[in-house]
């Protein structure tokens, strides 16, 4: 008999985990993915403020995945899935699967307004983040050579739309580049005169956190300069500044962090999804009426207990995925199914700056320098592979003792 | 009396030094750069092969010159030189000098084959390795998912054009990629497989060297597996592959490392050039005629005690750009000008791969492991930055004892 074949598509933090389970088992695993590495994307914001280099927090996927020979990777762009037949299209040819895994994550979304991206991109992959940079840096730089003071503060502001987890690192960072790691760079401005502004439609910060910590994060917010303006949406977005409600700030720099959306893989399915464009999904993350189908991470509305949507972060992803690749292994053994997905949460967190983060464990919320070194030990070692581990830890501390920040390199054609 | 300008063309190590030098001179100094980095080149082939990170071999100009408050850095690309008035023009302005120092360094010449850049690019800046880099691995891509046999071959046959040191390297790097880093990461393909060809129109591969140390090259080239052929030149360059004499090599990567010609400076300043555009200069590295223009490096035509043409290596332009701060620093107190430039040759260097160099110290020829740890050695010590050292030592050693290679990364917008 033929080995099952099992397409995995995306290989993001749920289907690379999904891989890794199932490496060594009775089936050839294939993993699809547009880009050739997997992506520490917790830390992406960094790369996008000049702290860190892309190789720091990306491994090429066939390298991570190169000691499971039963594990094939294809670096191609899906098109389409066709149910009937069984098979994945990409760009120049069909993958014909008996199981499938779809983890393709999600993108940003504009609420409509799509003719914002280009103003004000958001932060997915490492591709994004050295645009962001080289945006960040430019302005800098635009600022330096500017003679009408106008135009110098126009350079100087620094708008964040969205203070979620993603919106909350990213002001924080470039005040801390602005701030600290730039100040004795340029001679016609003072890189501390820039505005960094943090503008949430909602009436705090860190709004999936508890508020007491919402309120932590303000203060440390508070404490790195960075304005902070809640309860009123962005109305308009374009190449001179940004309109909040009905008021003006003129801002050359503006990043995207309000928003995601699934990525297109209900479209593909055929499949109920909700306004996030996330599947709706089965107990057993399966597509309904259809076993063999497996949707997973950012792409999938999985339901806690409650029957609350759980949050599109990492750890769910990675729990997905290695279940997934649990009830398969049991599947192709002739097992019975391992009871339905239940997330465990081992609590959230989320950095503002040095020494500044939020942690909420439920049993207990931290803060401040002790949250903040959690986060530190936590994300270092949950990157893949050891060489990155090192570099990033020697390249903490590094920053740390120097408050010099590496990498602020302005690579790649300038879109601006 | 107002301070006297003195402006820098370029922030290589020709323009570097001579900032350097001028730190803390009674003048004030400005710095123009196209790019906002200073590039370590010598180790630029080892972003393009997957070995090290844009970061780790770049640093900002501003960060190397933040101590030195009396020179300005501006990021601009200059235009035009006008020398009855004596300004540089720039994108939107003029910036006025008393002194000019033009340090543009040097381009790929194409032999007047223009058209040859778009498949056979060249390398000189972080964007052309990362460009190469996303060539080279993408060729592993595309053959993996390759179906026709042919095909496949094409995708693994890698071609370097011009057998200088830079061609050396990059073939000797793309072989190690090939037939070590990369060996297990594919599961239709053996990377093992892939050709690498090492044309050269000239006799011998380092022709700069003497002959004895050009044969050990040569002998370290054939241990890496690379097919070296001399003594024809390439008649022609396609999207399909190279022609070499009448002989076609079906080939889909193609790196140009064949030849340089000096940057456009002889142009802005209407100067007397040589056939390879650089700039002649008198003995004190001054253009003919007037004193208060300075050309260095890449960029100018300097003659060694003999007669002959000095190399474009980095070390003759450091100690060009800092012969040239200690004259305008004589000159501005009123104190006699130091004799002529005379470049001081402590050695040239060239490496083949892992454990194989050959290193000319005049005095003594020395190829194999010694060479290479040399190599490594003054390569570690002269990177500008003590955390860029220490990285890239880690690094190094890292890739060493692991046959790993990081920075493995396609980036970027894919231009095949």
Known sequence: MARPRIVIIGAGFGGLSAAHGLAGAAADVTVIDRRNYHLFQPLLYQVATAGLSPAQIAQPIRSILRRAPNVNVLLDKVLGIDK??????????????????????????????????????????????????????????????????????????????????????????????????????????????????????????????????????????????????????????????????????????????????????????????????????????????????????????????????LPGVAPVAKQQGAYVARLLRARLAGLPAPPPFRYRNFGTLATIGRRAAVADFGWIKLDGTLAWLLWGLVHISFLIGFRNRLVVMLDWLWSYVTFQSGARLITGSDSQ
Chains 1, 2 share one sequence.
Request: with cysteine; net charge negative; aromatic share 6%.
């Open 84 to 309: 009937e037949r069984r098979t994945v299209t990409v760009e120049d040819r069909e993958v014909p699967y008996d199981y499938l895994v779809v983890a393709t994550g999600a993108r940003h979304s504009y609420f409509g307004h799509d003719a914002w991206e280009s103003v004000a991109p958001g932060l997915k992959n490492i591709d994004d983040a050295i645009g962001i940079r080289r945006r960040i840096l430019m302005a800098f730089e635009h600022a330096e050579a500017a003679t009408a003071p106008e135009q110098r503060q126009r350079f100087l502001t620094f708008v964040v739309i969205g203070a979620g987890p993603t919106g909350v690192e990213m002001a924080g960072a470039i005040a801390e580049l602005a701030h600290v790691a730039l100040r004795h760079d340029f001679r016609s401005i003072n890189p501390r005169d820039a505005r960094i502004v943090l503008v949430e439609a909602g009436p705090r910060v860190l709004p999936a956190f508890p508020e007491v910590l919402s309120e932590a994060a303000r203060r440390s917010l508070d404490r790195l300069h960075v304005e902070v303006r809640l309860g009123t949406p962005v109305s308009q977005c374009d190449g001179e500044g940004v309109t909040i409600g009905d008021h003006r700030l003129q801002a050359a720099t503006v990043v995207w962090a309000a928003g995601v959306m699934a990525s297109g893989a209900a479209q593909w399915l055929g499949a109920d999804k909700d306004g996030a464009g996330r599947v709706k999904i089965g107990p057993d993350l399966s597509l309904p009426g259809h076993p063999k189908i497996f949707v997973l991470g950012d792409t999938a509305l999985a339901l806690d207990g409650d029957g609350r949507p």
